[in-house]
């Protein structure tokens, strides 16, 4: 697409933040798996601790991460897979559909429309300079 056909400068100032948020929240959902898998190793240490409490006689003390800790869930009872799933499907492919929706609308589909306008005038100013 021509660049005098794509979006005007407040379009694309809109489909650059909406861009930018985007990739904060892919960031942020990165951060949630790590946080998940964190939880889960912590969660098999406990379940190790609790073999080796009962081998080494404190049943009571084994008894309580089998009852207590380890099917609790981390947020009111939900285990950290449950809150991706549901980051995921609840906040994440909806936002992704939103900005894909406006992107279409705006840029025929195209990424990036900030970015690739500034790669253009760079290249063409590069080769003005030569």
Do not use: C
């Amino acid at each position: 697409m021509d660049d005098q056909q794509g979006p005007d400068e407040d379009e694309r100032a809109a489909l650059h933040d909406l861009q930018l948020g985007i990739e904060h929240l892919h960031r942020g959902y990165g951060h949630l798996l790590a946080f998940h898998h964190a939880v889960g190793r912590g969660m098999n240490r406990f379940d190790d601790a609790r073999e080796q409490l009962r081998a080494s006689g404190h049943g009571e003390h084994a008894d309580a991460l089998r009852d207590d800790l380890l099917p609790a869930g981390v947020v009111d009872e939900q285990w950290t897979y449950e809150l991706v799933e549901a980051f995921v499907d609840e906040f994440l492919d909806p936002v992704d559909e939103f900005e894909a929706d406006v992107r279409e609308e705006l840029a025929d589909g195209r990424r990036h429309v900030t970015e690739d306008r500034q790669r253009r005038a760079w290249r063409e100013r590069s080769e003005k300079d030569w």
